[in-house]
């Protein structure tokens, strides 16, 4: 195992400059996940309107991987539709599993190297759970 | 008489290597590494006399119960408890406190009485007493810690009323590390007529504890964070004080007699242990205090001291960019030494250690309270035992470095 598999530049990069960080005004819903077992904690803010993640922030603190994760998701469904979230939130959660996304990750891919560092993986997909929920209540 | 250098071939896991590196183990006030003397004699167990205990009167069950007693024996002498009857073996210090929650609280503890603990308690000693103050409408109240990680004493003849039932304090913490003042928190439980429970867990394993003089009414610890096997542990308390509680888990062993519809318990200690025991886990807890006793916890305690104060001086001596270190310093720590550094998380500097072969523990340590009280979501915790050795605490701070590198390449 090496830790280059895990620390990828993308990966500190988001680490060290999150993408979208902070709390929407006005956000239309908003959404808190945590891993009891580490600590880490993600807030979602959202705008979703006329079935469009018209935008999104993340804050909280955790790891490296949570946190990334979290800034590399928010810069990929800003300006979205739900629809194509929940394709993405599926296919993420897939990759994480090692199976095949079905979806063009991009950037995303290198989070793939956490599935070496199985207690990891949760930290990786906090983020993405936590937008599924948020998803969900936004369409109540 | 210092710890032998020779300790290390005792402890058969400290041969091999993890991640191609030699296995760095500062976990251990997590679990304990396991001396191959404790691990022969669980074997022994296993392999020449495997039979319940108190039932058979075959030669091999009656030489199980005699093992198993005689590690109770062993556990009393080395606890300084008045006899061996005053020892219930239970899974782990978090069941003994529950017990005494449980079997001695819901008797005698009632709207409006107080419970007494610290905002430095292990999870183990802060959730058993939540259940029992929400059930019988008890009020809990805690004595809080300063900047250095010591408890503040100053507001304690306050903290204590005519309604405090229980004090009970973590005698040296997980997290900080603070070795507290027991018996001076005792005294003044006693003088308002409060029982005082004692979490050993981090003091029983690592020095000389004499329960009767701490001021402890109950002392509970964990068997596998001193040299034995996983699963094993215990409660003390006088025998007087055991005799008026009520039972904890019913069923058989724990009985005198039982009719259809009632039961009468057996004596203390047995009263507390229903169904069948971890015989060999007790039997190998017996191993672990021979063990000990053979060290001397004197030899243990001052080698401790000495890799601990090792260890601070090293860590300032390294300059680690943006690093802490909670808890207090040298004169009142036991062998924990936890930290944060600036801009890593605690996760992502266990995993960088990781692959240097080094076991420490990251995240809250089952001491949320304290952590979120220092604004912390998380810290990195090195502990040690008998065997560390200096060249590990070398083998740590080169590596905290080399993981500030990482990060700070990334920023």
């Given at each position: 195992?090496?830790?280059?598999?895990?620390?990828?530049?993308?990966?500190?990069?988001?680490?060290?400059?999150?993408?979208?960080?902070?709390?929407?005004?006005?956000?239309?819903?908003?959404?808190?996940?945590?891993?009891?077992?580490?600590?880490?904690?993600?807030?979602?803010?959202?705008?979703?309107?006329?079935?469009?993640?018209?935008?999104?922030?993340?804050?909280?603190?955790?790891?490296?991987?949570?946190?990334?994760?979290?800034?590399?998701?928010?810069?990929?469904?800003?300006?979205?539709?739900?629809?194509?979230?929940?394709?993405?939130?599926?296919?993420?959660?897939?990759?994480?599993?090692?199976?095949?996304?079905?979806?063009?990750?991009?950037?995303?891919?290198?989070?793939?190297?956490?599935?070496?560092?199985?207690?990891?993986?949760?930290?990786?997909?906090?983020?993405?759970?936590?937008?599924?929920?948020?998803?969900?209540?936004?369409?109540? | 008489?210092?710890?032998?250098?020779?300790?290390?071939?005792?402890?058969?896991?400290?041969?091999?290597?993890?991640?191609?590196?030699?296995?760095?183990?500062?976990?251990?006030?997590?679990?304990?590494?396991k001396p191959r003397q404790v691990i022969e004699a669980v074997v022994r167990y296993y392999e020449e006399y495997n039979a319940n205990i108190h039932r058979g009167v075959y030669s091999?069950?009656?030489?199980?119960?005699?093992?198993?007693?005689?590690?109770?024996?062993?556990?009393?002498?080395?606890?300084?408890?008045?006899?061996?009857?005053?020892?219930?073996?239970?899974?782990?210090?978090?069941?003994?406190?529950?017990?005494?929650?449980?079997?001695?609280?819901?008797?005698?503890?009632?709207?409006?009485?107080?419970?007494?603990?610290?905002?430095?308690?292990?999870?183990?000693?802060?959730?058993?007493?939540?259940?029992?103050?929400?059930?019988?409408?008890?009020?809990?109240?805690?004595?809080?810690?300063?900047?250095?990680?010591?408890?503040?004493?100053?507001?304690?003849?306050?903290?204590?009323?005519?309604?405090?039932?229980?004090?009970?304090?973590?005698?040296?913490?997980?997290?900080?590390?603070?070795?507290?003042?027991?018996?001076?928190?005792?005294?003044?439980?006693?003088?308002?007529?409060?029982?005082?429970?004692?979490?050993?867990?981090?003091?029983?394993?690592?020095?000389?504890?004499?329960?009767?003089?701490?001021?402890?009414?109950?002392y509970g610890f964990t068997g596998h964070k001193m040299l034995a096997p996983m699963g094993t542990g215990g409660l003390w308390a006088r025998r007087a004080l055991l005799e008026e509680?009520?039972?904890?888990?019913?069923?058989?062993?724990?009985?005198?007699?039982?009719?259809?519809?009632?039961?009468t318990w057996n004596e203390v200690p047995w009263k507390f242990e229903a169904g069948t025991q971890d015989v060999g886990g007790a039997i190998g807890l017996g191993a672990a205090v021979?063990?000990?006793?053979?060290?001397?916890?004197?030899?243990?305690?001052?080698?401790?001291?000495?890799?601990?104060?090792?260890?601070?001086?090293?860590?300032?001596?390294?300059?680690?960019?943006?690093?802490?270190?909670?808890?207090?310093?040298?004169?009142?720590?036991?062998?924990?030494?936890?930290?944060?550094?600036?801009?890593?998380?605690?996760?992502?500097?266990?995993?960088?250690?990781?692959?240097?072969?080094?076991?420490?523990?990251?995240?809250?340590?089952?001491?949320?309270?304290?952590?979120?009280?220092?604004?912390?979501?998380?810290?990195?915790?090195?502990?040690?035992?008998?065997?560390?050795?200096?060249?590990?605490?070398?083998?740590?701070?080169?590596?905290?470095?080399?993981?500030?590198?990482?990060?700070?390449?990334?920023?």
């Amino acid at each position: 195992m090496s830790l280059d598999d895990l620390y990828r530049d993308v990966i500190l990069d988001h680490y060290s400059h999150p993408r979208n960080k902070g709390t929407v005004e006005g956000a239309t819903v908003t959404r808190e996940g945590a891993n009891p077992l580490c600590g880490d904690e993600i807030r979602l803010s959202l705008v979703v309107r006329d079935g469009v993640v018209q935008d999104v922030r993340f804050d909280g603190k955790g790891c490296s991987i949570s946190q990334a994760s979290a800034s590399m998701m928010t810069e990929r469904i800003k300006g979205r539709g739900v629809q194509e979230a929940g394709r993405l939130i599926a296919a993420f959660k897939a990759m994480m599993r090692g199976e095949a996304a079905g979806e063009e990750m991009g950037d995303l891919e290198a989070l793939q190297g956490v599935r070496k560092f199985p207690v990891r993986v949760k930290c990786a997909t906090l983020g993405w759970l936590t937008l599924e929920g948020a998803l969900e209540e936004a369409a109540r | 008489m210092g710890i032998p250098a020779t300790i290390r071939d005792d402890f058969p896991i400290l041969r091999q290597r993890v991640n191609g590196k030699p296995l760095v183990y500062l976990d251990s006030a997590s679990t304990s590494q396991k001396p191959r003397q404790v691990i022969e004699a669980v074997v022994r167990y296993y392999e020449e006399y495997n039979a319940n205990i108190h039932r058979g009167v075959y030669s091999i069950a009656e030489r199980a119960t005699a093992e198993y007693e005689a590690a109770r024996a062993k556990v009393a002498r080395f606890l300084g408890a008045a006899e061996p009857a005053e020892i219930v073996f239970t899974r782990n210090v978090t069941e003994a406190l529950n017990l005494v929650a449980y079997a001695w609280g819901r008797r005698h503890i009632g709207p409006g009485d107080e419970i007494l603990l610290t905002e430095m308690e292990h999870h183990s000693d802060l959730v058993p007493w939540q259940l029992l103050a929400q059930e019988r409408g008890a009020r809990l109240r805690h004595i809080p810690f300063d900047d250095q990680g010591r408890l503040i004493l100053a507001g304690l003849d306050r903290l204590i009323t005519a309604r405090t039932k229980i004090v009970s304090v973590v005698h040296v913490s997980n997290t900080f590390g603070t070795v507290n003042p027991v018996a001076e928190i005792a005294r003044a439980a006693h003088a308002r007529g409060a029982l005082v429970v004692v979490d050993g867990a981090q003091s029983a394993p690592h020095r000389r504890v004499d329960v009767r003089g701490l001021g402890a009414d109950f002392y509970g610890f964990t068997g596998h964070k001193m040299l034995a096997p996983m699963g094993t542990g215990g409660l003390w308390a006088r025998r007087a004080l055991l005799e008026e509680m009520d039972p904890f888990l019913g069923g058989g062993e724990m009985i005198s007699d039982v009719w259809l519809d009632r039961a009468t318990w057996n004596e203390v200690p047995w009263k507390f242990e229903a169904g069948t025991q971890d015989v060999g886990g007790a039997i190998g807890l017996g191993a672990a205090v021979d063990y000990l006793e053979r060290l001397g916890m004197e030899a243990v305690e001052a080698h401790e001291r000495e890799i601990t104060a090792y260890a601070l001086r090293r860590l300032r001596e390294a300059e680690i960019p943006g690093l802490t270190v909670l808890g207090p310093g040298i004169d009142d720590r036991g062998g924990v030494v936890s930290f944060v550094i600036d801009g890593v998380h605690p996760h992502d500097i266990s995993q960088v250690l990781d692959t240097e072969g080094i076991c420490v523990r990251a995240g809250h340590h089952c001491t949320k309270p304290l952590h979120r009280k220092l604004g912390l979501g998380a810290s990195v915790r090195a502990s040690f035992y008998v065997y560390t050795i200096k060249e590990e605490i070398d083998i740590l701070a080169r590596a905290l470095l080399k993981t500030r590198e990482l990060f700070r390449v990334a920023g």
